[in-house]
């Protein structure tokens, strides 16, 4: 988000919303993160079943990521108005 908004510099948004707020939003989100990766069992009730899923989500991004750089490789014109519209 930081990036994308100093990139485009949208008018309106005062410079501390711009560049201030994103960093303390983005260090809660990594907290949030880590304390869901190391509590997985715990949430999802077997340590098994959490392996498992932290397993799938890691093959989930890995998938988007691949699909992500084959559609900029192949078509960036489409690539480049995905979330545009």
């Keep these: 988000m930081l990036v994308h908004l100093n990139r485009h ?4 948004i005062a410079p501390g919303r711009r560049v201030i707020a994103p960093v303390p939003a983005t260090a809660g989100l990594a907290v949030v993160v ?21 397993g799938a989500a890691a093959v989930v ?17 489409v690539h480049r108005v995905i979330g545009r519209q």
């Design 61 to 77: 991004v890995v998938a988007g990521a691949a699909v992500a750089l084959c559609c900029r490789a192949r078509r960036p014109e």
């Design 9 to 12: 510099r949208p008018e309106g």
């Design 34 to 54: 880590v304390l869901t990766t190391k509590n997985m069992g715990l949430l999802v009730g077997s340590d098994s079943r959490g392996d498992l899923l932290m």
